[in-house]
């Protein structure tokens, strides 16, 4: 047939079975990648630990393939926290990140015993203390720093500059008052330090450059305040083929170099080899999703452009309007057509800028045409909205024999205005 086939799945019969928009996920694929992570860093070093960055894409199905994989997972709220619990992903091997956590979110994360806080700032540090107090639990914490090193990114996404949001800048007296804060509490107990330079990044010497930068910090701690770290948490970030454009490096392009560095640096310093935490979110979903759409009308206007517009877009994919991301994509049912023409897709909102794609080649393009937008398995799902009250789409997950099961239903109109209220004064009785 010429139908495009994903992962033993048949995509054309799969927008048939579950209808459009539909994202859908390969296992296997999210396997390969976790099994990389294995192969090329958790058993190629000692002392390594690598963690799932939730974000990219969670679901309660999700947490059970990332449990069984094993590997840990990185959340960053209350919802990501609950839905690792409702899972019954195993609570040590959580993480708990993010820059403004409340007290909800830290009393959940620590009635749960998560693995580790990722304390953002000093104001959280002392409410941290406060609650682990009060449930009487020793937390185990590892405090964000900002190496200042700037990764090539879109600007939204780049995090380890000095000037950020997240963490804390690496100013020696700041950072030995709050290591001294957790010495003398009885309830925290700092195991290292972390950071996250960006996201879809593809040059190891950023990472090398903030490993040297934080070894030397450890090893201040160590002459300063005889503190030891143990633990080193480099954060996510590696880059994946979104289109041609992008050369994606193999995973151990950068956990080689990072062992290579840190090695390096822990005879440099003097300072015992920390265990080393790697969080990869869109590496390991984002090349595992597609999603599927139907054409519906093909707008031509003679000697500019053609425009097929499909029945989602920024509302289940808000990248190239956030970031200009560029997708790839095929029409489904027409995979051996020659590519005879460009077409831009475009979303179906109420909005200019919702176009997935400009000038993609296509074959000649239709009404009922079935369009696969390729690599959208990370923060597509996970960044949907309802803009205009569209229902957010179906997941699909098709399992290792090609079979697939819908993982999160599709949203009804019904399930739109599920928490909405009318006010009595706007009723008519
Ligand atoms: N660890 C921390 C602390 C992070 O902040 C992030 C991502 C990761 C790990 C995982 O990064 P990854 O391996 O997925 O690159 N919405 C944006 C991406 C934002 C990433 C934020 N932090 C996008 O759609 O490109």
Redesign the pocket.
């Known amino acids: 047939k010429d139908h495009f086939n994903f992962a033993g799945g048949d995509t054309v019969a799969l927008a048939k079975k579950y209808g459009t928009p539909l994202y859908v996920v390969a296992e296997e694929k999210i396997m390969e990648r976790c099994e990389e992570i294995r192969e090329t860093f958790l058993e190629k070093y000692i002392n390594t630990k690598a963690a799932y960055?939730s974000?990219?894409f969670l679901t309660m199905a999700m947490c059970k393939i990332i449990a069984r994989e094993g590997l840990g997972l990185?959340v960053?709220s209350g919802g990501e926290l609950y839905t690792a619990i409702k899972a019954d992903f195993p609570m040590e091997k959580v993480m708990f990140?993010g820059n403004n956590k409340s007290w909800e979110e830290l009393y959940l994360a620590v009635e749960n015993n998560v693995g580790r806080i990722?304390v953002d700032n000093l104001a959280e540090l002392q409410l941290l203390d406060e609650i682990a107090r009060q449930q009487m639990k020793t937390v185990k914490i590892l405090f964000?720093v900002t190496p200042g090193i700037e990764g090539q990114t879109?600007e939204?996404?780049v995090?380890g500059q000095k000037d950020s949001k997240?963490g804390m800048p690496l100013e020696r007296e700041k950072i030995y008052d709050a290591v001294r804060q957790t010495i003398e509490s009885q309830y925290l107990d700092l195991t290292g330090f972390?950071f996250?330079l960006?996201?879809?990044?593809f040059q190891k010497d950023i990472y090398t450059d903030a490993i040297d930068v934080v070894l030397n910090l450890i090893h201040d701690l160590k002459e300063r305040l005889g503190f030891k770290a143990i633990e080193l948490n480099v954060?996510?970030?590696?880059g994946i083929r979104y289109t041609d454009n992008d050369e994606p490096k193999p995973l151990s392009y950068f956990t080689d170099a990072i062992m290579e560095k840190v090695i390096e640096g822990c005879q440099k310093y003097s300072i015992t080899t920390p265990t080393i935490i790697i969080?990869?979110?869109?590496?390991v979903v984002g090349e595992a999703g597609i999603t599927l759409y139907t054409v519906g009308n093909v707008k031509e206007i003679p000697n500019i452009r053609t425009y097929a517009s499909v029945d989602g877009g920024l509302p289940d994919n808000p990248?190239p309007a956030?970031?200009r991301?560029r997708y790839e994509a095929v029409v489904a049912n027409k995979k051996n057509a020659p590519l005879s023409m460009k077409t831009t897709i475009a979303g179906k909102c109420c909005e200019s800028g919702d176009i997935l794609i400009w000038d993609l080649d296509t074959p000649e393009i239709e009404a009922g045409d079935i369009l696969a937008v390729l690599a959208t398995g990370?923060?597509n799902y996970s960044?949907a909205s309802n803009y205009n009250k569209l229902p957010r789409p179906a997941v699909v997950l098709i399992n290792q024999e090609g079979k697939s099961e819908v993982i999160v239903q599709r949203e009804s109109y019904e399930n739109l205005l599920e928490r909405e209220l009318i006010p009595s004064h706007l009723s008519e009785e």
């Open positions: 960055a974000k990219a990185d960053v990140h990722i964000r879109h939204y996404i995090t997240f972390h996250h960006g996201s879809q990044l954060g996510g970030g590696f969080e990869p979110g869109r590496w990248r956030l970031y991301a990370a923060y960044m």
